[in-house]
């Protein structure tokens, strides 16, 4: 099956600084890749995603990269601020069941952002 | 706004309950899922269902089942609860198809004394 490691496990910036959070794949099928962020206690939300059909894609401070060549996607944050602070969790998809139009997430195991005021 | 409702937010069982974990979604998703959250091991998936009565084994199945009768909820079961199973569990249900994030559950978190 999938797997999908997540680099680093925490992370620290200053306010302003631009983080970058890296995640490798193995299964060369995946081709949806999307990135959550989960702030303390609160629920994953789904702050943005890349199919692997684009290299890169934006979204305000936020943007992401895709490599699949290489196998891995990363998550850029610029102009980091103190509500950025989370877990911020890479996946990608995988389809196990043909026919069943069915996919599963496999997640890495996450980033701690703190942004330092 | 879009729903993922788990029934509990917090709840207490000893050990060898039978112990009942129910997720309601109101979007009319074909997927669900329920994950288990751990510090340092990430979200690892339990089982998920892609329609009413399916129901496929993830990564960590052991000493959980489910149950999906109806397409808005999908049930998780842990037949007789161990320590081992204190942990956050989180439900997600998406669309069919590739490229459907999820949407998650506010998570219950399980304490098995």
């Known amino acids: 099956g999938e797997n999908v490691e997540q680099h680093p496990s925490t992370l620290s910036v200053q306010e302003g600084d631009s983080a970058v959070i890296k995640c490798t794949y193995s299964d060369s099928a995946s081709n949806y890749f999307p990135w959550y962020k989960q702030e303390l206690g609160k629920r994953p939300q789904l702050i943005i995603d890349i199919r692997s059909n684009v290299g890169e894609k934006k979204d305000q401070r936020i943007a992401v990269t895709l490599n699949k060549t290489a196998k891995h996607f990363s998550l850029h944050i610029t102009e980091t601020q103190p509500e950025d602070s989370a877990v911020y969790f890479c996946?990608?998809?995988?389809?196990?069941?043909?026919?069943?139009?069915?996919?599963?997430?496999?997640f890495g195991k996450g980033t701690k952002l703190s942004v330092i005021p | 706004d879009v729903k993922v409702t788990q029934s509990s937010r917090y709840l207490v069982k000893r050990t060898g309950e039978k112990v009942f974990l129910e997720c309601v979604q109101d979007m009319d998703h074909e997927n669900m899922f329920w994950y288990r959250q751990d510090p340092g091991l990430g979200l690892r998936l339990i089982y998920f269902?892609?329609?009413?009565?399916?129901?496929e084994k993830g990564d960590i199945p052991e000493g959980y089942s489910v149950s999906r009768e109806k397409k808005e909820r999908f049930s998780l079961i842990l037949e007789s609860a161990s320590t081992n199973q204190t942990s956050m569990y989180l439900c997600?249900?998406?669309?069919?198809?590739?490229?459907?994030?999820?949407?998650f559950g506010s998570g219950t978190r399980l304490t098995v004394v």
């Open positions: 269902s892609y329609d009413v009565k399916m129901k």
């Open positions: 996946a990608a998809s995988s389809s196990p069941y043909s026919g069943a139009g069915s996919y599963q997430l496999t």
């Open positions: 997600a249900s998406s669309l069919r198809g590739i490229g459907y994030g999820y949407t």
